[in-house]
DNA sequence: GCGATATATGATATGAGATAACATGACAAG
DNA sequence: CTTGTCATGTTATCTCATATCATATATCGC
């Protein structure tokens, strides 16, 4: 794992996924929807799980959990491994952030509020990380296990390629 | 990760992802399939990496790679990391062998010789893996990329889940 | 065959990801 | 006010993975 420290552009307009956004806004909007969700479901969304999601959807990427702790541990809390896993799990748990299996790494999720099974498309050059919203069993994998008798309760589809952008810059 | 020691029946007729199948007769197909194209594709199958794909099939799950090591070395190959690596890495570069990501866990390929993109069902009781094939690049993951302009290369595809026989034995 | 180059193996060391186990603090229910 | 639950924090440890350097074995051009 490299981490080649994505390099960015106008701190207000990076790539989501692959498609320019206001960066600010986005963020503003997401913790303002999961503040609201924590709310209405009897969610604790404590300082620590709130710092983590805000650290996630800040940096707009994939982070390993160490990279998030690094980041609590600079606003002031714990800054043992399990302080970030516990606030990751949380996030994970309840929809606010995934997995990214491949990366061993976690991302906010760019579709909060709606239930998905979420796909991603990992760009191998530039490690930037777009999120797809997918039906959840349809396609090939839900035949298969249907085929096979398989009760299937969480999916990891992860793609891994070149994205629009890298594959620009590589013709040029 | 438990390592719940695959409870085992007939040595020679154990579950192959999720149906039953002559084991012994599995092994040595699918060696003799894979010393077959090492010749005609000029790769060195060498002897780490023969037991290492040995370990794997003889397995019939998803082992870590320190366990595979813990087996090379058994069987007189060098003790530390970089050797069951190695050897995986040949394995699954070529085809004769996955990631589960999931897992972080390797597998012998269920269908050698024919160039596929595998899905796999994990199952969460008793880690067994079934490995299916599906089309590459058909269905929603193939249509989100397209629509990004994203250029696939490799895909990852895991449903976790309950298999046939731990479901069953969960109704009785 | 013979030497040059590439490929494979081996050991050392370390980096990176993840969790078990235990102690403390906040808070609500009884 | 005490008991139970949940969140946070720490220590220690475990598992997974790779960079690096040294040595050996193939393979190819001559």
Redesign the interface.
């Known amino acids: 794992m490299t981490s080649p420290v994505s390099s960015k552009s106008d701190p207000a307009t990076e790539a989501l ?2 498609a320019a956004h206001d960066h600010d806004h986005c963020v503003e909007t997401a913790m303002a929807a999961a503040e609201a969700r924590c709310n209405a479901e009897g969610l604790q969304f404590t300082p620590v799980r709130r710092k983590a999601l805000e650290i996630l959807l800040q940096e707009h990427r994939a982070l390993g959990a160490y990279e998030v702790l690094d980041r609590l541990r600079d606003a002031g809390f714990g800054s043992q491994p399990p302080v970030a896993y516990r606030a990751l799990d949380f996030l994970v748990a309840n929809g606010f952030a995934h997995k990214i ?2 990366l061993n790494a976690f991302i906010a999720c760019a579709h909060p509020g709606t239930s998905h099974s979420p ?1 991603f ?1 990992i ?2 050059l530039c490690d930037s990380v ?1 999120e ?1 919203s ?2 959840p069993t ?4 839900g035949q ?2 249907r ?18 952008a890298c ?1 620009e810059k590589a013709q040029a």
């Open positions: 996924g692959f299996e491949r796909v498309m760009c191998r777009a797809a997918a039906g349809r396609g090939a994998l298969a296990a085929d096979a008798g398989f009760q299937i309760e969480r999916t990891v589809v992860e793609a891994e390629g070149i994205c629009p594959s």
